[in-house]
């Protein structure tokens, strides 16, 4: 049982590009949601999703897309990368009110 | 809008003291509340929770206290170990509000031997 996978743990991207980070469970949990993790800021949610093919925007959505076509998967894209954008970014599942979370992805945006 | 905020970003205790983290909340919907603990370099990992129906729920080292009519929580960590120097958050979450888990800033506890 690996919990909450997130892939890649440290990325580095140029202003403009796009990519995807992935996340994975394996708990057959409905509910997903991406947070993103700044200095001073604590954790803000910015897309979630309470079971497939249904997603939802949280409070920092701008310049994110998701998409939940399996209950396992639940990746989140940048379009166009922006410095504004360099954050660590955690992945969660949740079971009731409980919420599991991934190691983190770390991005820079240069 | 903050609707979860924890004012104090640090709070440094002597091993064996009470550590006492305090956490604000605006949306009065909120009947859920939980407390994270996070390591660097690791996820947010559930500590404890109240539900709004509750004043108190107490978990060996560790009690939540939530004053509503205040819209206040507060974590207790009693007797303090240096094993718990982490990063404390706050988060709070409505059922009838699509159940988003809503975090506040944290705080940096130190435990100092």
């Known amino acids: 049982n690996a919990g909450v996978t997130q892939t890649p743990k440290f990325q580095v991207l140029k202003t403009g590009q796009s990519m995807t980070l992935q996340c994975a469970q394996d708990m057959n949990h409905e509910y997903m949601s991406w947070y993103r993790q700044d200095p001073g800021m604590g954790l803000r949610l910015i897309h979630y999703?309470?079971?497939?093919?249904?997603?939802d925007q949280g409070e920092v959505p701008n310049g994110y897309n998701v998409s939940r076509s399996t209950t396992e998967d639940f990746p989140l894209r940048l379009l166009s990368a922006a410095p504004s954008q360099t954050s660590v970014y955690f992945c969660?599942?949740?079971?009731?009110?409980?919420?599991?979370f991934g190691q983190g992805t770390r991005l820079t945006v240069v | 809008d903050q609707q979860v905020k924890q004012n104090s970003p640090s709070l440094s205790v002597q091993e064996g003291r009470i550590s006492i983290l305090n956490c604000d909340y605006t949306?009065?919907?909120?009947?859920?509340f939980l407390w994270y603990k996070k390591y660097p370099a690791e996820g947010p990992t559930f500590l404890i929770s109240i539900s709004s129906i509750k004043d108190k729920n107490e978990d060996g080292r560790f009690t939540v206290f939530l004053n509503k009519s205040a819209k206040h929580l507060s974590l207790h960590i009693v007797p303090s170990q240096p094993g718990d120097s982490a990063v404390y958050f706050c988060a709070a979450s409505a059922y009838n509000q699509g159940g988003k888990l809503i975090f506040g800033q944290g705080t940096e506890l130190s435990v100092k031997p």
């Open positions: 969660a599942s949740r079971r009731d009110t409980e919420a599991f």
């Open positions: 999703s309470v079971g497939a093919g249904i997603t």
């Open positions: 949306n009065s919907m909120f009947d859920y």
